[in-house]
């Protein structure tokens, strides 16, 4: 993802999204043809618990420009509460970026229901918009020394 | 001056399943500059690292002869990251290779001997080097009386039986194959390889054995070559160890003070009770 | 009252002679000036190796893990609270463990002292009670130990162990007034691009060599992230993207065990300053989830819990 | 060779001029501690300093350095070395443990059969200038090992510092053409030789630390299954601290770094100290507790190397001594190796 040209950049991001709610949700979008810019590559997890930080960090030194999490809301996880202790590590990873300087908006967290696909369509679209709007990925963009 | 870290690139001729449970292939690799495959002159019993460029390098057996010149044989079993990547690759892809690397069976040393040699699972691939070298016309003569004995768990899982199948027909060689678990169309021997040692009795006089194979066939087979009389100075073994450079460099395949990589990979039995045991 | 080192010996030595523990874990006289090592003692004829001053500095309950035997641990307050996270994570077992637990006034950082004297090299050094001694080829001072303690010392707030099953000597007075997370504030005040420039300035020192790691009784993965080959997560070379990432997360994985007891700070070579890192994620823990790590044996990690009402501004 | 002097007021003109044909390394103070770096002007030079942080080694063995870099998709592998045409370069200040260090490592990377060519193409377009050591460190314990304060090996040119100037001693042809062509040399008086030997004589006397090495080699000639190793590594924390501050370790690692349709081959420092370091893929390693770990340091320090190439590999610059953070200390070891 490294080799593309800065002009006519494009964000992309990566969304890690849950098997049970915001996957599916993603795929209502995709039925009920809301329509959302394409900068996005999902990919599907069993729960939004199955997220460890190497795999946000991994993608942002790979070139990602923006990273999204999402999973059931609180209440709807299938496995009853992978999200709730997701949550709390999200909070702390969340809070641990920002304090080293990693610009808020390049890491995104959010709950989306299988019933929410407008919502994915219109979260994809705001989250494109923060993201370009900070231009490419600096902070963790694995340069060659 | 020559970089010795630069692999020479090898288009994969051929690329043929092994054993049935699919871990095992081996790789008929070409070279794509004729200058460099004249300039790669090596003996059965070396090795060379292969390279898949992304997921690194490691080294393996040449299991070809030198006497058959335009190919250059790896048998791999999948078991890491490149291997795995070895694995992955198609029928002519461009495969990364050093070498040859490390010493040889000691060739002068069998000239005029008989040559027991032994095989277990996986790591008969230089044996194959070394048994299609002995059986190249042009060599014959110079050895003695050839024995193979070569096992693996199940039929299955034996490398090489077309070509065993052509040295079991000739008549200037024994060889006995074996397995621990035999199913229903199995013909051989049946039994460890250290038990059809002892079944099959070769004689030490004259005669050098080398062996190669996992650790425990290793084991129970040095004493009863010991026992039938095979001296540790005619006793050959192959050894591996985690490498890097393969050029005595990296610092890791040492045994107490000799580098696998450059004084080995193969070792007599006298080398070895010199050395520590940490391998 | 007598010496503490004393007391440690009596202490150790009952223990072996019963057979209550097969070994001691603690310290001896280093090599080195302001230098004590830390020491396995099996015999009771050993027992005069064991002292105790302020340059005990090496967290020992990283050498719990994995023993079979029955053992005795001289533990300062930050040591304990290690215990205490390594017994709550089912790593060593409380009835294995006599602990001796030694009150702390804060160990001696002698690259503080090092640096105070410029280059100028230490070749004694004598503690007495408030102060050191310092004696290097052409000069002798005396300075005052509170200066020079290490930074985990400066904050620390449990310098009394928390369990034991004996206590050499007296409690001694918590730090007061301490400003804990200073530091983190002081960092949190700048600027995103001067926090990250100076925590990637930080990091360009490191040099991989997972000293952080191996001195922390908490990291015990049986394979670190870092040295996983499949998948790879992280590059082997020294390319700031890899280091950094190898620090967030390392880090990260401290996130309710950490107790700030200093070990990875103390153990860089190259003076990476570890702790701005596990402080801020100690602090966030505190305030996010109200739990602080080494302090009780009954609370839940905080990442091995929830709660229905945890905070979630952060998510959409 | 015969002796020379600079006056320490002309050592900057010295670097400068130095800087205009060379690369310069220096010892600098970088983060609170000193490190060789190129400088750009003589006066950046720290000249009153007991020892860098990071050995010197690391300007010929980069902790990371690329072997190539490759391109996919082409004819063959699309593999592209690096230039190798680095300028000539300048070590100035090194110590001459250090400089020591570089002979005994131009053993694994200059050797007969493969010479490494990333290491042996730098080394060779190096001019090493060392500083002898006025005032070695409690920690020292060169003489132990066949250096001393003012050792020459490994050095092209050796300056001694007497006050005001320091006596120069051409220890190469390389190092006695560089004397000549720079008019910062002169001749050195007498007075200024006798200065030097008592300089020289008090340095040395300032070494207390003593290890008989060649007896250590003799018992551990026997020692590999001895119980020594049970417990000598107990404390250890299986860090690197100690082999990669030291100017002598140059194990190393080979990876691959890939990217979209290229990549890079990279060594990296590796050490004896981690497990992964024998690790096999199988996952059968020969070495898979600290004890072998440390035992395969020790031995291949002052035993394999001695037995390979008649020299142990430790100049004894006391980095491992002085940085372990659990006060392993490599003199102690090779005591009670003594004492067995």
């Given at each position: 993802?490294?080799?593309?040209?800065?002009d006519?950049?494009e964000p992309k991001?990566?969304?890690?999204?849950?098997n049970?709610c915001?996957y599916?949700?993603?795929?209502?979008?995709?039925?009920?043809?809301?329509?959302y810019?394409?900068?996005?590559?999902?990919i599907?997890v069993?729960?939004?618990?199955?997220?460890?930080?190497?795999?946000i960090?991994?993608?942002?030194?790979?070139?990602a420009d923006?990273?999204l999490v999402?999973?059931c809301?609180?209440?709807?996880c299938?496995?009853?509460?992978g999200n709730?202790?997701a949550?709390?590590?999200f909070?702390i990873?969340?809070n641990l970026l920002e304090?080293?300087g990693?610009?808020?908006?390049?890491?995104?967290?959010?709950?989306?229901?299988?019933?929410e696909?407008k919502?994915?369509?219109?979260?994809?679209?705001?989250i494109t918009?923060?993201v370009?709007?900070l231009?490419?990925?600096?902070?963790?963009?694995?340069?060659?020394? | 001056?020559?970089n010795p870290?630069?692999p020479?690139?090898?288009r994969?001729?051929?690329i043929?399943?092994?054993?049935?449970?699919?871990n095992?292939?081996t790789f008929s690799?070409?070279?794509?500059?004729e200058?460099e495959?004249?300039?790669?002159?090596?003996?059965?019993?070396q090795?060379?690292?292969l390279?898949v460029?992304g997921?690194?390098?490691a080294?393996?057996g040449?299991?070809?002869s030198p006497?058959?010149?335009?190919v250059?044989?790896?048998?791999v079993n999948?078991?890491?990251?490149?291997?795995?990547?070895?694995h992955?690759?198609?029928?002519?892809?461009?495969?990364?290779?050093?070498?040859p690397?490390g010493?040889?069976f000691?060739?002068e040393?069998?000239?005029?001997?008989?040559?027991?040699?032994?095989?277990?699972?996986?790591?008969f691939?230089?044996l194959?080097?070394?048994?299609?070298?002995?059986?190249?016309h042009?060599?014959?003569?110079q050895?003695?009386?050839?024995?193979v004995?070569?096992?693996?768990r199940r039929?299955?899982?034996l490398l090489y039986?077309?070509?065993?199948?052509?040295?079991?027909a000739?008549?200037d060689?024994?060889?006995?194959?074996?397995?621990?678990?035999?199913?229903?169309?199995?013909?051989?021997k049946?039994g460890?390889v250290?038990n059809i040692?002892?079944e099959?009795a070769p004689?030490?006089?004259?005669?050098?054995?080398?062996v190669?194979?996992?650790?425990?066939?290793?084991k129970?087979?040095?004493?009863?070559?010991?026992q039938?009389?095979?001296?540790p100075e005619r006793?050959a073994l192959?050894?591996e160890?985690?490498?890097?450079?393969g050029?005595?460099?990296?610092g890791r395949c040492?045994?107490?003070?000799?580098?696998?990589?450059q004084?080995?990979?193969v070792?007599?039995?006298?080398?070895?009770?010199?050395?520590?045991g940490?391998? | 009252?007598?010496?503490?080192?004393v007391?440690?010996?009596?202490t150790a030595?009952?223990?072996?002679d019963?057979?209550r523990?097969?070994?001691?874990?603690?310290?001896?006289r280093?090599?080195?000036?302001?230098r004590?090592t830390?020491?396995?003692i099996r015999?009771?004829?050993?027992?005069e190796?064991?002292i105790?001053?302020?340059?005990?500095e090496?967290?020992?309950?990283?050498?719990?893990?994995?023993?079979?035997?029955?053992v005795?641990?001289?533990?300062?307050?930050c040591?304990?609270?290690?215990?205490i996270?390594?017994i709550?994570?089912?790593q060593v077992?409380?009835?294995?463990?006599?602990i001796?637990?030694?009150p702390?006034?804060g160990?001696i950082d002698r690259?503080k002292i090092?640096?105070?004297?410029d280059?100028?090299?230490?070749?004694?050094?004598?503690?007495?009670t408030?102060?050191l001694?310092?004696?290097?080829?052409d000069?002798?001072e005396?300075?005052?130990?509170?200066?020079?303690?290490?930074n985990?010392?400066?904050?620390?707030?449990?310098?009394?162990?928390?369990i034991?099953?004996?206590?050499?000597?007296d409690?001694?007075?918590e730090?007061r007034?301490i400003?804990?997370y200073?530091e983190?504030?002081?960092?949190?005040?700048q600027?995103?691009d001067?926090?990250?420039?100076s925590f990637?300035?930080?990091i360009?020192?490191?040099?991989r060599?997972?000293?952080?790691?191996n001195?922390?009784?908490?990291?015990?993965c049986?394979?670190?992230?870092v040295?996983s080959?499949?998948?790879?997560?992280?590059?082997?070379?020294?390319?700031l993207?890899?280091t950094?990432i190898?620090h967030?997360?390392?880090a990260?994985h401290?996130?309710?065990?950490?107790v700030?007891?200093g070990a990875?700070?103390?153990?860089?070579?190259?003076g990476?300053?570890i702790?701005?890192?596990t402080?801020?994620?100690?602090?966030?823990?505190?305030?996010?989830?109200?739990?602080?790590?080494?302090?009780n044996l009954?609370d839940?990690?905080?990442?091995?819990?929830?709660?229905?009402?945890?905070?979630?501004?952060?998510?959409r | 060779m015969?002796?020379?002097?600079?006056?320490?007021s002309?050592?900057?003109?010295?670097l400068?001029?130095l800087?205009?044909?060379?690369?310069?390394?220096?010892?600098?103070k970088r983060?609170?501690?000193v490190a060789?770096?190129?400088?750009?002007?003589?006066s950046?030079a720290?000249l009153?300093?007991a020892?860098?942080?990071?050995p010197p080694?690391?300007?010929?063995?980069?902790?990371?350095?690329?072997?190539?870099t490759?391109r996919?998709?082409?004819?063959?592998?699309?593999i592209e070395?690096p230039?190798?045409?680095?300028?000539p370069?300048?070590?100035?200040?090194?110590?001459?443990?250090?400089?020591?260090?570089l002979?005994i490592?131009?053993?694994?990377?200059?050797?007969?059969?493969y010479?490494d060519?990333?290491?042996?193409n730098?080394?060779e377009?190096?001019?090493v200038?060392?500083?002898?050591?006025?005032?070695?460190?409690?920690?020292c314990?060169?003489a132990?090992?066949?250096?001393g304060?003012?050792?020459?090996?490994?050095?092209?040119?050796?300056?001694?510092?007497?006050d005001?100037?320091?006596?120069?001693q051409p220890v190469?042809d390389?190092?006695?053409?560089?004397v000549k062509?720079?008019s910062?040399?002169?001749?050195v008086?007498?007075?200024?030789?006798s200065?030097m030997?008592?300089v020289?004589?008090?340095?040395?006397?300032?070494?207390?630390?003593?290890?008989?090495?060649?007896?250590v080699?003799?018992?551990?000639?026997?020692?590999?299954d001895?119980?020594?190793?049970d417990?000598?590594h107990?404390?250890?924390?299986?860090?690197?601290?100690?082999t990669?501050?030291?100017?002598?370790c140059?194990?190393?690692?080979?990876a691959?770094?890939?990217?979209?349709r290229?990549?890079?081959?990279v060594?990296?420092?590796?050490?004896?100290?981690?497990?992964l370091?024998?690790?096999?893929a199988s996952?059968?390693?020969?070495?898979p507790?600290?004890?072998?770990?440390?035992r395969q340091?020790v031995?291949?320090k002052f035993?394999h190397?001695v037995?390979?190439?008649?020299?142990?590999a430790c100049?004894g610059?006391?980095?491992?001594?002085k940085?372990c953070?659990?006060n392993?200390?490599?003199r102690?070891?090779l005591?009670?190796i003594?004492?067995?």
């Amino acid at each position: 993802m490294q080799d593309e040209k800065v002009d006519g950049w494009e964000p992309k991001i990566i969304a890690f999204l849950c098997n049970w709610c915001s996957y599916a949700g993603a795929d209502l979008a995709g039925v009920g043809r809301f329509q959302y810019p394409p900068n996005t590559r999902i990919i599907r997890v069993p729960c939004s618990s199955r997220i460890s930080p190497l795999l946000i960090l991994k993608s942002l030194q790979r070139g990602a420009d923006g990273v999204l999490v999402s999973g059931c809301h609180p209440g709807d996880c299938h496995y009853l509460s992978g999200n709730y202790v997701a949550r709390r590590k999200f909070a702390i990873l969340n809070n641990l970026l920002e304090y080293l300087g990693i610009e808020k908006g390049r890491v995104h967290f959010a709950w989306v229901s299988a019933a929410e696909g407008k919502r994915f369509a219109e979260l994809i679209t705001e989250i494109t918009e923060e993201v370009r709007a900070l231009g490419p990925a600096k902070e963790l963009v694995k340069k060659p020394d | 001056m020559k970089n010795p870290y630069l692999p020479l690139a090898m288009r994969a001729e051929k690329i043929v399943i092994e054993t049935d449970d699919k871990n095992i292939k081996t790789f008929s690799l070409s070279f794509l500059n004729e200058a460099e495959e004249s300039g790669f002159n090596y003996l059965p019993g070396q090795f060379a690292q292969l390279s898949v460029l992304g997921e690194g390098e490691a080294p393996f057996g040449i299991a070809s002869s030198p006497t058959e010149p335009g190919v250059l044989e790896f048998t791999v079993n999948k078991t890491g990251v490149l291997t795995t990547a070895l694995h992955n690759l198609e029928e002519g892809a461009i495969i990364g290779m050093r070498g040859p690397l490390g010493n040889c069976f000691p060739l002068e040393a069998f000239k005029g001997k008989n040559i027991i040699i032994v095989g277990g699972g996986f790591a008969f691939t230089t044996l194959r080097s070394l048994v299609k070298y002995i059986l190249y016309h042009e060599n014959r003569s110079q050895f003695g009386n050839v024995t193979v004995i070569y096992g693996a768990r199940r039929p299955g899982l034996l490398l090489y039986k077309d070509e065993f199948k052509q040295w079991e027909a000739r008549p200037d060689l024994d060889v006995y194959l074996t397995v621990d678990k035999a199913d229903d169309g199995w013909r051989g021997k049946v039994g460890v390889v250290p038990n059809i040692i002892k079944e099959v009795a070769p004689s030490p006089e004259d005669a050098y054995a080398v062996v190669c194979g996992p650790p425990i066939m290793i084991k129970f087979t040095l004493p009863v070559l010991r026992q039938l009389g095979f001296p540790p100075e005619r006793t050959a073994l192959s050894l591996e160890m985690k490498m890097k450079c393969g050029i005595g460099k990296c610092g890791r395949c040492n045994i107490g003070n000799k580098y696998v990589c450059q004084a080995g990979p193969v070792f007599t039995l006298a080398q070895l009770n010199e050395l520590p045991g940490e391998y | 009252m007598p010496d503490t080192s004393v007391m440690i010996r009596d202490t150790a030595k009952k223990l072996l002679d019963e057979k209550r523990v097969d070994l001691i874990i603690g310290f001896e006289r280093g090599t080195l000036p302001l230098r004590s090592t830390p020491c396995f003692i099996r015999t009771s004829e050993e027992i005069e190796r064991l002292i105790w001053n302020a340059t005990c500095e090496n967290n020992l309950a990283r050498y719990l893990r994995g023993r079979k035997e029955k053992v005795g641990i001289v533990a300062k307050g930050c040591d304990t609270r290690s215990i205490i996270s390594l017994i709550k994570e089912k790593q060593v077992a409380r009835e294995q463990l006599f602990i001796i637990g030694v009150p702390c006034h804060g160990m001696i950082d002698r690259r503080k002292i090092e640096a105070r004297f410029d280059g100028k090299e230490i070749l004694e050094a004598d503690e007495i009670t408030e102060g050191l001694i310092l004696k290097g080829n052409d000069f002798t001072e005396i300075v005052d130990k509170a200066a020079f303690l290490h930074n985990s010392c400066n904050t620390c707030s449990y310098r009394n162990p928390i369990i034991y099953d004996i206590l050499i000597g007296d409690e001694v007075e918590e730090n007061r007034g301490i400003d804990e997370y200073g530091e983190v504030k002081e960092f949190e005040a700048q600027s995103a691009d001067r926090r990250w420039q100076s925590f990637t300035n930080e990091i360009s020192k490191c040099i991989r060599c997972y000293a952080c790691r191996n001195a922390c009784p908490l990291c015990y993965c049986q394979e670190c992230f870092v040295d996983s080959s499949q998948p790879q997560w992280i590059g082997k070379t020294t390319n700031l993207s890899d280091t950094s990432i190898f620090h967030i997360v390392r880090a990260f994985h401290t996130a309710g065990r950490c107790v700030d007891c200093g070990a990875c700070d103390q153990a860089c070579p190259m003076g990476i300053d570890i702790r701005k890192l596990t402080k801020k994620i100690e602090r966030d823990v505190k305030e996010l989830f109200h739990y602080q790590a080494g302090v009780n044996l009954e609370d839940v990690p905080p990442l091995a819990a929830f709660s229905l009402d945890d905070p979630q501004q952060f998510i959409r | 060779m015969k002796e020379k002097k600079i006056a320490k007021s002309e050592l900057t003109s010295f670097l400068d001029s130095l800087i205009s044909e060379y690369k310069v390394f220096a010892p600098v103070k970088r983060d609170g501690f000193v490190a060789f770096q190129e400088i750009h002007s003589g006066s950046e030079a720290l000249l009153d300093y007991a020892n860098s942080k990071k050995p010197p080694k690391e300007i010929f063995l980069p902790q990371s350095e690329v072997l190539f870099t490759y391109r996919l998709g082409g004819e063959g592998l699309g593999i592209e070395e690096p230039s190798f045409e680095d300028e000539p370069m300048v070590i100035f200040g090194i110590r001459p443990c250090d400089a020591r260090s570089l002979v005994i490592l131009d053993n694994i990377f200059n050797s007969q059969e493969y010479k490494d060519v990333y290491y042996t193409n730098k080394r060779e377009k190096t001019l090493v200038i060392a500083i002898g050591c006025n005032q070695p460190s409690s920690t020292c314990f060169c003489a132990s090992l066949g250096g001393g304060p003012f050792s020459p090996e490994g050095s092209d040119l050796i300056l001694i510092d007497i006050d005001e100037e320091y006596v120069v001693q051409p220890v190469t042809d390389k190092g006695e053409r560089l004397v000549k062509k720079h008019s910062q040399f002169r001749e050195v008086k007498p007075r200024g030789l006798s200065s030097m030997r008592k300089v020289t004589q008090k340095a040395e006397a300032l070494i207390k630390s003593k290890v008989e090495t060649g007896e250590v080699k003799k018992k551990l000639d026997r020692m590999f299954d001895d119980p020594f190793w049970d417990w000598l590594h107990e404390k250890c924390l299986g860090c690197a601290v100690c082999t990669y501050l030291c100017p002598t370790c140059h194990c190393f690692d080979i990876a691959d770094e890939a990217t979209d349709r290229g990549g890079r081959r990279v060594r990296i420092w590796d050490t004896c100290a981690f497990p992964l370091f024998t690790l096999e893929a199988s996952g059968v390693n020969p070495r898979p507790t600290n004890k072998e770990r440390m035992r395969q340091r020790v031995m291949h320090k002052f035993k394999h190397f001695v037995d390979n190439y008649n020299v142990a590999a430790c100049v004894g610059c006391g980095r491992c001594i002085k940085e372990c953070p659990v006060n392993l200390d490599i003199r102690a070891v090779l005591n009670s190796i003594l004492n067995r």
